[in-house]
């Protein structure tokens, strides 16, 4: 039986690299586990970015899925083309006196994990400097269906964070919650790196009084020397040509029955019917290793 309650799920990868196992991973279990509740799967690339973003890794990103037999529904967004949205969710949290310039360098912060609030007070002009959402001192809790129940004080971890560069550029948490509410996601499927991100972008998600979303962070894949598979430490991208053979390795991976080999989309199709998240090991890191 299909839940009643309405359900919008995303795949967000940043084309900062082409896709490797992790992202299979993350793909996979965002889109099973939307597909389960009868509901929706989008995807959104995320580039802000942009000294990051890869020539050509937009199109192969899109060509893997498709290849990997994903379908998605609504258009891709991109995150570069929605910069106005961010800048008006600014001025929104501006009215509201949340956020502040930052004039601090790199320099003057080496060392320092929390941020000492050095400029808050100091009314510094928007224009050519950083700008930082202030936090409170309460603390954030969540239920991750995954990791369990979470919870944070922003003002004794990162402290007041950064939501757009000196350099202008806006940051990955100011998109991902902008873009979260506006596409209308209701949960979130993604790897457990980005788990110390979520207090951040609840808090944000409350300052622009938006829905609080639903959180699921799956383990993830590590390479033989223990570190996880990542466009940074340069994992293998997908071979397209082995397409079935690693849907069942990930699906294997995220400890779910075996499926027919078949064409890609047929045998997504029978990984949806079988889908069981509370199958999935409830680590931060899978113990096996890949590649
Ligand atoms: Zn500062």
């Known amino acids: 039986m299909p839940d009643l309650i309405p359900y919008k799920g995303r795949f967000a990868p940043s084309p900062t690299g082409p896709l490797h196992f992790g992202s299979l991973l993350t793909a996979l279990a965002s889109f099973c586990e939307a597909k389960a509740h009868a509901g929706q799967w989008l995807l959104r690339i995320e580039d802000t ?11 192969a990103i899109l060509t893997a899925l498709g290849a990997f ?10 995150q570069r083309q929605r910069l106005a949205l ?14 502040y310039a930052c004039q601090c360098s790199r320099k003057q912060l080496t060392g320092l994990t929390t941020y000492p ?26 239920d991750d269906l995954i990791q369990g129940h979470c919870c944070e004080n922003l003002s004794q971890t990162t402290g007041d964070f950064v939501l757009k560069r000196r350099d202008g550029i806006i940051s990955y948490q100011l998109a991902v919650v902008v873009d979260d509410a506006l596409q209308g996601i209701t949960h979130v499927v993604r790897g ?43 994992a293998k991208p997908l071979d397209l040509k082995q397409a079935p053979q690693l849907i069942q390795q990930a699906l ?40």
């Open 49 to 59: 970015d942009i000294p990051r973003i890869q020539p050509g890794a937009e199109t």
């Open 192 to 234: 457990a790196d980005l788990l110390d991100n979520t207090s951040r972008q609840i808090w944000l998600g409350q300052c622009l009084n938006v829905p609080q979303l639903h959180y699921c962070h799956i383990p993830l894949a590590m390479n033989e020397q223990g570190q996880k598979l990542s466009k940074q430490n340069l």
């Open 252 to 291: 294997q991976a995220l400890n779910q029955p075996d499926v027919e080999v078949d064409s890609p989309k047929k045998m997504l199709a029978q990984a949806v019917s079988q889908w069981d998240i509370g199958k999935v090991v409830k680590k931060i890191q899978l113990v096996e290793s890949f590649e």
């Open 117 to 142: 609030q050095t400029c808050r007070t100091l009314n510094l002009p928007f224009e050519q400097h950083a700008i930082r959402l202030k936090t409170l001192t309460q603390t954030i809790c969540f």
């Open 86 to 99: 961010y800048e008006a969710a600014l001025e929104q949290l501006q009215q509201h006196d949340l956020i």
């Open 69 to 78: 037999g994903f379908e998605w529904d609504e258009e891709v967004v991109f």
